[in-house]
């Protein structure tokens, strides 16, 4: 404890949001980029005057926008540090709610492999501004640079700017992919549909840049080549702006994770499946059930399981497993469960699994918290954690994406 003047704090351990706690008489205080060790002086959302010797674990920072741009939190940790707070916030949050589990150190993934971003770009008089939110604001940083992103969208930035511009809405949402064809761009602009000049505008653009696919809120309006992601035995014509996992890399490594996680399964559901991070992966074991409530998603899975080689059988089909759960009785046939659902996470899915017989469940996601949260639902029905690996899919965020392989323990309870 220390009674400070609260422009003046000894920093002492490190926040879920990366921020530096200092515990004064006042309570908890949260320092923005301060480190522990360090005697700092807050300055609101900015970095903090040092007062003292940096933290050995301190580094500069790769981004000239760091600070100021909302994207990142750590860009100033050392690796140690880095790693360490990383796997912590996910021990943190099961402890949380009572579960203890044999965490895995952090695997880590490279700056600039980031496949998958959205970006906002807004007027600005006649310029456009493009780039993240600042931090706790809705104002934009006009970005030059993002060592987080791989570098064939950072050297798009130019002619992102020009799409906005040739499109009639004051701000423009971009979800951007990178792929083999080239980069496919999803524009969200408020249902004005472009006029037939804007649109051999974005044409010539698309040649010029080299991109791969134009859309404008859900219509393809330029497609030079279709932009295909290869998923394990398939290669999936990814729908605009469909959700695909960030990074190839730690996609590849959660695959992995999945799949030690089976014991030679006779059928498996994929629930929250997407376009099939997991379904063909899953499909060379056994046959799959693959669930999802986006159509578009769907029929790019089941396309793309008509064109696979030596796959079990693949059924796709759409469902809101939100509003509708599989249940405890049509989850009978399945002795492997793969569980992963939006950063909210999916407490009813989850409570229909600890009601169930599944032998084995396999949760991923992006929040500790929700991940935290659905673990203690299942281990209350009979589950136990069997392994738990946090991976560093959102570099330099204060985000982990984890995988938890989950096996049941105890009967299903009465009730």
């Known amino acids: 404890m220390q009674p400070d003047h609260p422009d003046e704090l000894q920093i002492g351990g490190l926040g879920a949001q990366g921020d530096g706690i200092a515990d004064t008489n006042a309570g908890i205080l949260y320092v923005p980029f301060a480190l522990p060790g360090e005697r700092v002086q807050p300055a609101g959302d900015a970095l903090p005057r040092l007062l003292s010797a940096p933290s050995a674990d301190r580094i500069p920072a790769p981004c000239r926008h760091f600070g100021v741009c909302g994207g990142c939190a750590a860009q100033h940790m050392g690796v140690r ?36 971003a959205v ?4 007027r600005a008089g006649e310029r456009i501004v493009l780039g993240y939110h600042r931090r706790k604001s809705h104002d934009l940083v006009d970005i030059e640079e993002c060592p987080v992103l791989l570098p064939a969208i950072v050297t798009k930035l130019p002619a992102l700017r020009a799409i906005a511009a040739k499109l009639a809405a004051p701000q423009v949402r971009l979800t951007l992919l990178a792929t083999a064809a080239g980069l496919d761009v999803a524009a969200v602009a408020g249902g ?35 932009p295909v992601l290869r998923m394990g035995e398939a290669e999936v014509a990814v729908p605009p702006a469909a959700f695909v996992q960030a990074v190839e890399e730690s996609e590849e490594r959660m695959r992995a994770l999945v799949l030690a996680g089976l014991r030679k399964p006779k059928r498996v559901a994929d629930l929250f499946c997407g376009v099939g991070t997991f ?21 790019a899975l089941a396309d793309a399981a ?8 693949i059924e796709a089909k759409v469902r809101d497993l939100f509003r509708e759960p599989l249940s405890a009785r049509e989850l009978e046939p399945f002795d492997a469960v793969v569980f992963d659902p939006p950063r909210a996470g999916a407490p009813g899915q989850a409570q229909e699994l600890a009601r169930s017989k599944v032998e084995t469940v396999i949760a991923v996601s992006c929040d500790p918290g929700t991940l935290a949260r659905d673990t ?25 994406e984890a995988v938890s392989v989950l096996r049941r323990s105890a009967p299903v309870p009465t009730r």
């Open 81 to 116: 540090l880095y790693a360490e707070w990383k796997r912590d916030t996910l021990v943190t949050a099961l402890r949380r709610r009572g579960l203890a589990g044999d965490v895995a150190p952090l695997h880590r993934v490279a700056p600039g492999t980031r496949r998958r």
């Open 119 to 122: 970006l906002t770009a807004r």
């Open 192 to 226: 004005q549909r472009p006029e037939r000049a804007a649109v051999a505008d974005l044409g010539r653009l698309a040649t010029e840049h080299g991109l791969a696919r134009v859309s404008v809120d859900g219509e393809t309006l330029i497609e030079r080549a279709r």
């Open 279 to 299: 379904t063909f992966a899953l499909a060379r074991q056994a046959p799959v059930l693959a669930l999802d409530s986006d159509p578009a998603a769907l029929a």
């Open 306 to 313: 008509r064109h696979a080689q030596g796959l079990k059988p």
């Open 376 to 400: 203690q639902i299942l281990c209350q029905g009979g589950y136990v954690i069997a392994s738990m690996t946090p991976i560093d899919q959102f570099v330099f965020s204060a985000r982990v």
